[in-house]
Structures are given as structure tokens and as C-alpha cells.
Nanobody, 127 residues
């Protein structure tokens, strides 16, 4: 099991930027993938972005494509989510997660694929 701790959330005005971090303690294997999800009150957990650990292939949810960027630092066991041009509808708790394996970019979208989850960090975007 890998422990995940998110940080970097906060309150920002619409149009602003935030950078989220996810620190992983424990081994992340080359075949793993890391993802970011978000969940707003009363809504289902939504896929935001994912990155494969070894090669760094990325995939994004449709609502954030072109605005958010996921990256990783393999040496530091860190995953980042750079969020630009933020909108009020981006307000949610953002969670970091680890998947044991992946088959294709599309396979990284379902939350059920992910084995380990962090507690989340709140992002609030004011209009």
C-alpha cells in the first residue's frame, strides 16, 4: 500500500492558478499510474487527469483539457497538478490516487481502477 498526501489547495479567484502536489510514501512501480480526481458536494467523483509512472503518458478529462497539466517527479515520488484559467465549476475536493496497472489512456478514467487514495485538498474558485 502507498500513502498519498495532497497539498496546495486553497481559495482563488476565477481565472487564477493553483498547483496541487501529491506526496507518495512507499514504492511506486514502473507499471503504475497516478491520477487526480475531484468531487464536489452532491456529485460523483470525476476524473481529472492521469499519468503513467514510467513513461509519463498523460490523459485528461474533457472539462479540464487545455487548462490543467499533470506531471510527476519519479525521483521524489511526487505528482503535481498545475491548474490554470480556473473556473467556479472547478470547485471541489481534489484527490490523488494510484493505480496498480493500466491498459490504455481510456482505462485510467474509472475511479475503480485506483487502489490507493489520499484524503484530498479543497480547491475553491470564486467568481
Amino acid at each position: 500500500q502507498v500513502q498519498l498526501v495532497e497539498s496546495g489547495g486553497g481559495l482563488v479567484q476565477a481565472g487564477g492558478s493553483l498547483r496541487l502536489s501529491c506526496a507518495a510514501s512507499g514504492r511506486i512501480d514502473s507499471g503504475n499510474a497516478m491520477g487526480w480526481f475531484r468531487q464536489a458536494p452532491g456529485k460523483e467523483r470525476e476524473f481529472v487527469a492521469a499519468i503513467t509512472w514510467k513513461v509519463g503518458h498523460t490523459t485528461y478529462g474533457d472539462s479540464v483539457k487545455g487548462r490543467f497539466t499533470i506531471s510527476r517527479d519519479s525521483a521524489q515520488n511526487m505528482v503535481y497538478l498545475e491548474m490554470d484559467s480556473l473556473k467556479p465549476e472547478d470547485t471541489a475536493v481534489y484527490l490523488c490516487a494510484r493505480a496498480d496497472y493500466w491498459i490504455s489512456a481510456a482505462s485510467l478514467r474509472p475511479p475503480l481502477l485506483y487502489k490507493d487514495w489520499g484524503q484530498g485538498t479543497q480547491v475553491t474558485v470564486s467568481s
